[in-house]
């Protein structure tokens, strides 16, 4: 029994701790990098492009009275106003395929849905800059929609509205400096999102 030699199995059981050990560390790190995440640079703008502010992009026409809900108004008479939607909307919403205008006769009131536009089989509500009664309609424009985006401030009108209460309407919209500074407040919003 002299040739036989005694071998301490717990004694190699340090060098197996070892390998394994070894082994799920080098694994975590492939795992690691086989799941990264790409990052990438962000691309820097030439300096030779011209920066135009997103303000220059539409244009808010002298004489009209805006409503807040991108609606406008252009006082005809002491009672009656021609209605229609504003350049910051009609370039926001696209090419309308169908204008959905109230009927003569009826009945708008300020802040209420007055105008509607479909796009693509969606409705798009505008809210009414007045309290009135519908007296025209501009058949022009539902037969060619396209003028809203032409012209809107022109031959884009919507609808005149006699409108009994005309200057009391008026003071609740904006006009001048101050639908310039709300257009732009409202630029600032959508370009922050």
């Known amino acids: 029994m002299e040739g036989f030699k005694y071998v ?84 926001l919403i696209g090419k309308a395929d169908k204008l959905h205008l109230p009927k003569l006769g009826s009945t708008l009131r300020q802040g209420e849905r007055g105008l509607q536009i479909e796009i693509d089989g969606k409705m798009i509500a505008f809210l009414s800059p007045v309290d009135g009664e519908v007296t025209a309609v501009n058949q022009e424009v539902i037969d060619a929609p396209e003028l809203i985006n032409q012209d809107p401030y022109g031959k884009g009108w919507l609808i005149q509205v006699n409108a009994s209460h005309l200057p009391r309407d008026m003071k609740n919209l904006l006009s001048g400096n101050m639908a310039r500074a709300w257009i732009e407040n409202t630029v600032d919003s959508l370009s922050s999102m």
Do not use: C
Not at 9 to 20: D, P, S, W
Not at 26 to 42: A, D, G, Q, S
Not at 65 to 85: D, F, K, P
């Open 8 to 91: 301490d199995i717990f004694a190699t059981k340090g060098i197996e701790y070892i390998v394994t050990i070894t082994f799920l560390v080098v694994l975590v790190f492939f795992w690691r990098w086989l799941n990264r995440t790409k990052v990438e640079e962000p691309k820097q703008i030439s300096e030779d492009v011209e920066r135009v502010p997103l303000t220059d992009w539409f244009r808010l026409a002298t004489g009209y009275n805006y409503h807040m809900g991108h609606s406008w108004l252009h006082r005809l008479t002491n009672t009656s106003a021609q209605v229609g939607i504003d350049d910051f909307a009609q370039k």
